[in-house]
């Protein structure tokens, strides 16, 4: 690969853009000789939450641990049904099946690429117990719809927030408008550590209080289970990085927006479909996911221009030989199958040079008219 190729992520450059400030916060986590749940997770954790507008944060060791220890925190049990969706990272499914709880899927709208509202009441029964949206690319999921059924139905909801830090419906952060909010801090995130981290979000006191217990043993006391437990903590270097990197996420992703916006203007709208605005919602631009009917064509003659692309997911999870067959559900998942074939992710991340945007602009425009 030449020198000027653009890859589709490139964590580096975030590392590089902050490099003196996430050096001095790892030696400052050296240097306190605390390295497990000490100041700095502490003091992430308030950040975050104040961030999203969210009461209670914990730090977690990875966005799959979020989801999992949350929907544990909020009452899911083994044997349980959660209604998700089929179009995400297998994260979403693994970490609902960590806990010995039945994922079941609900097709997605085909414009926001998230859960349809419409398709969950028809999977609803005795067992159902959870509803878990996922924020996909970092478009908000319609919360507003999801939690009229859900409260219709008495069931918990856990936002899958780990492609939308930032992410806003009506001017508020997604992850404060459910029972719970799980987020990913893996390094391509929007807010991303230098290896694995995550947290939960909750505005509820005993949630916020189960999430503690469930990241260290159900300790209620140091060495004393009162409950059974995960090992999950965020630790001290990471949670220390990720606060030089929170102070700058609002930037990042309005950048990302910034980006997205010449891509808008240079895409045809016939060959190349860009995804569709939403009203009401700010998307985080984790990923900027186009539909083209000759996608693996764009793909190549991108690469043949040094533009680095990505298929966010090359298949959906129910076509996954580990899920295969057995989800209910993966029947009547129509709009999720048809997204498969055409979707390719181009670079969005937010220290792209206005040259590199340019040039995949033009790129672009070339293929259109080719
Ligand atoms: C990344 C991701 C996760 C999992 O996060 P990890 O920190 O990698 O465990 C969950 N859901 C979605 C939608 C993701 O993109």
């Not at 001017?171 to 929007?190: E, I, Q, R």
């Not at 498969?340 to 040039?359: F, G, S």
Request: some cysteine; glycine content about 8%.
């Amino acid at each position: 690969m030449s020198s000027d190729f653009i890859p589709v992520a490139d964590p580096k450059a975030q590392v590089n853009a902050h490099e003196p400030e996430i050096i001095e916060a790892i030696e400052r986590v050296l240097a306190s000789g605390r390295y497990i749940l000490g100041e700095e997770v502490k003091a992430f954790e308030r950040e975050f939450a104040d961030f999203l507008g969210a009461g209670f944060c914990i730090g977690l060791a990875s966005g799959t641990d979020a989801i999992a220890l949350a929907l544990r925190a909020v009452g899911v049990a083994p044997g349980d049904e959660v209604i998700t969706v089929s179009h995400s990272a297998v994260a979403t499914v693994a970490a609902v099946e960590q806990i010995g709880a039945v994922p079941v899927f609900a097709d997605i709208d085909g414009r926001t690429g998230c859960l349809d509202p419409s398709r969950i009441a028809p999977l609803i029964c005795e067992g159902t117990k959870a509803i878990v949206p996922v924020h996909i690319y970092g478009q908000p999921a319609p919360m507003e719809e999801i939690l009229v059924i859900a409260r219709r139905n008495n069931l918990k909801v856990v936002e899958d927030c780990a492609q939308a830090h930032g992410a806003e419906i009506n001017g508020l952060k997604v992850g404060t408008f459910a029972d719970a909010g799980a987020f990913s801090f893996y390094p391509t995130k929007n807010l991303g550590a230098i290896g694995d981290g995550g947290a939960a979000v909750t505005n509820s006191p005993d949630v916020a209080e189960n999430l503690r217990l469930l990241r260290e043993y159900g300790w209620k006391e140091r060495y004393v289970s009162s409950i059974p437990g995960y090992n999950s903590r965020l630790d001290e270097i990471q949670a220390a990085i990720l606060r030089v990197k929170l102070r700058f996420l609002s930037e990042a992703n309005a950048r990302r927006r910034q980006i997205a916006e010449r891509y808008y203007a240079a895409i045809d709208g016939e060959r190349i479909i860009p995804p569709s605005k939403i009203e009401h919602t700010l998307h985080a631009m984790h990923l900027f996911v186009v539909r083209c009917c000759n996608r693996d064509a764009l793909q190549n003659f991108l690469k043949g221009k040094g533009i680095g692309t990505a298929v966010h997911y090359p298949k959906a999870i129910h076509q996954q030989s580990a899920y295969a067959d057995r989800i209910k559900g993966a029947a009547n998942l129509p709009r999720t199958e048809e997204l498969y074939e055409n979707i390719l992710t181009l670079p969005v991340w937010p220290e792209l040079t206005d040259a590199q945007v340019e040039r995949i602009c033009s790129t672009l425009i070339e293929w259109s008219r080719s």
